[in-house]
């Protein structure tokens, strides 16, 4: 529920794409997260594809985690279970706090369109320092449910009776 006499506040969001085979013009999970965090007032301050090396992961993930403008991060791909999906392992080396929540929801919320293919979804959040993160499965339609049903409100200031915006202030406790 949204509280309209509360301001909204815009976030900045760095968006990664992890994955060996898109590209630009090819990646439309990438594209859907743009739209949508731009529909929501949010900046969107970076948007990368990197391949599937956890070394590139990682590298740009601490790059994020240590600019002070960067609010969110939102991996999309790499959640799976093959031999090249390191999302997970990587995005959890680097948490200070895990929100074990996001991926229990999401998890849920798959489980009600594609059944029990859901749990082979590792989609992971938390906090590293002060900076939010989730990582996402790379297709669209996971974009579209995390977006649409956690992070547009968890990441909107208005949304009550509680969001992840009005914690940002103590996250330096």
């Known amino acids: 529920m949204k509280n309209k006499n509360d301001s909204f506040i815009s976030l900045n969001i760095s968006v990664f794409i992890i994955s060996d085979t898109r ?31 956890p070394k590139d992961i990682e590298s740009s993930l601490l790059d994020s985690i240590k600019d002070s403008k960067c609010n969110v991060i939102i991996l999309s791909g790499g959640t799976g279970i093959t031999g090249r999906d ?15 929540g996001f991926g ?8 009600k369109k594609i059944g029990t293919s859901s749990l082979q979804s590792r989609a992971v959040g938390g906090l590293a320092d002060q900076t939010f993160i989730f990582a996402l ?32 202030p103590r996250l330096k406790e």
């Open 23 to 53: 590209n630009e013009k090819s990646d439309k999970s990438g594209k859907i997260l743009e739209d949508r965090i731009k529909t929501a007032g949010h900046k969107m301050i970076e948007k990368k594809i990197i391949k599937d090396e």
């Open 86 to 100: 390191s999302t997970p392992e990587v995005v959890k080396k680097n948490l200070t706090k895990e929100i074990p």
């Open 104 to 111: 229990e929801i999401f998890r849920y919320i798959s489980f």
């Open 137 to 168: 499965p790379g297709s669209p339609n996971a974009c579209k449910d995390a977006w649409d049903q956690i992070l547009k409100f968890q990441l909107d200031s208005r949304t009550k009776p509680c969001n992840l915006v009005e914690l940002i």
